[in-house]
């Protein structure tokens, strides 16, 4: 594998979800997904229209890259059975990628990133994690929580940049927990000035298409050659499944 590899990432924790063809950071095409189908119907028919976008051939890819969750349980595993089939097949590496890093990276740097993610019910999966160029870093543990519960474990920190779909929904709670602490709060792009120099909670715009990020933290295991086999892949559930909890 050269220096720059073909990246084929698909991300199917979210509805619609995406599909990026890179080579290396380079973004050659996406394909964001229809939220109201299901990525068994739409997620083949995506990475063909990729392929053919970008004029390669699915044997041309290097590396293949999926979201490993939380998330859409059903996404999830379609997602991954998809690239372990196709690189057990090609005999190609792959990587798994958290959704929540994918969302982290989405938002740009940031010192203490909370992502959070939609989780059904009314409640989010949410966790503390730290962004620097390619890189992201656990800060604390993913959980599957209420969006208060969610927005409170982080009280002690007057700095925090929120971000993903669960923080757009929850935009209320965060910025009335911020009132009542005494925080700066804002809106990304809103905010006078620098948003990177904002000392406060600030809430991050809309992440879409986490394929194309999901690639990116993927290279970045590419180049730390941490990649994995596909028979290593696992789904992040972090919380059990609805037919789980019923047996319970």
Known sequence: MGSDPLILSVETATLGGSVCLSRGLDVLAIASGDPALSHSNTLLRDIQTCLDQAAMSVREVDLFAAASGPGSFTGLRIGLATVKGLAATLDRPCAGIPTLHAIAHAAGSSASTAALLPAGRGEVFVQLLSVSDSRVEDLDDAQH????????????????????????ANQEVIAANAAALGYSFSIEGAHPGSDDAFAGWILAGPQRDLAKNVAALAHDQFRRGTLALADSLTAIYVRPSDAELKCK
Do not use: D
Not at 149 to 160: C, D, N
């Open 145 to 168: 929580l209420p969006p208060e519960k969610a927005v409170t474990r982080y009280v002690t920190r007057p700095s925090v940049r929120w971000a993903g779909a669960g923080a757009q």
